[in-house]
C-alpha cells in the first residue's frame, strides 16, 4: 500500500496529484504497449514537456500555460 501524499484528511494535496496521473494515463499509457521502459520514459517526458506544459492552462498562473508564465517572469526580471 503507498500512503498519501499530505496528513490524513488534507486531500488538496492529493487531488493535483491525481489529476496529473489520470491525465497522464488517458493520454499516455493508455494509448500503446510500450516495449521497454525508455520507451516509455521518453513518450512520458515528450507529453510533458509538448503537451502539459504548453497546453494546459492554470488559473493560479492567470489562465496562462506554465511555458508562457515562465516567460514573463523572465522578461520581468531581466528588465530588473
Known amino acids: 500500500m503507498i500512503g498519501s501524499m499530505g496528513r490524513v484528511g488534507a486531500c488538496g494535496d492529493n487531488a493535483a496529484a491525481?489529476?496529473?496521473f489520470s491525465l497522464l494515463q488517458r493520454n499516455v499509457l493508455n494509448t500503446w504497449h510500450?516495449?521497454?521502459r525508455n520507451e516509455?520514459?521518453?513518450a512520458i517526458t515528450?507529453?510533458?514537456e509538448n503537451t502539459y506544459h504548453r497546453q494546459r492552462h492554470q488559473n493560479r498562473l492567470g489562465k496562462q500555460t506554465p511555458i508562457e508564465y515562465e516567460k514573463i517572469?523572465?522578461?520581468v526580471l531581466k528588465a530588473a
Request: hydrophobic share 55%; charged share 20%.
Open 18 to 20: 491525481k489529476s496529473f
Open 73 to 75: 517572469v523572465s522578461a
Open 34 to 36: 510500450w516495449k521497454t
Open 46 to 48: 515528450t507529453w510533458i
Open 40 to 42: 516509455l520514459r521518453i
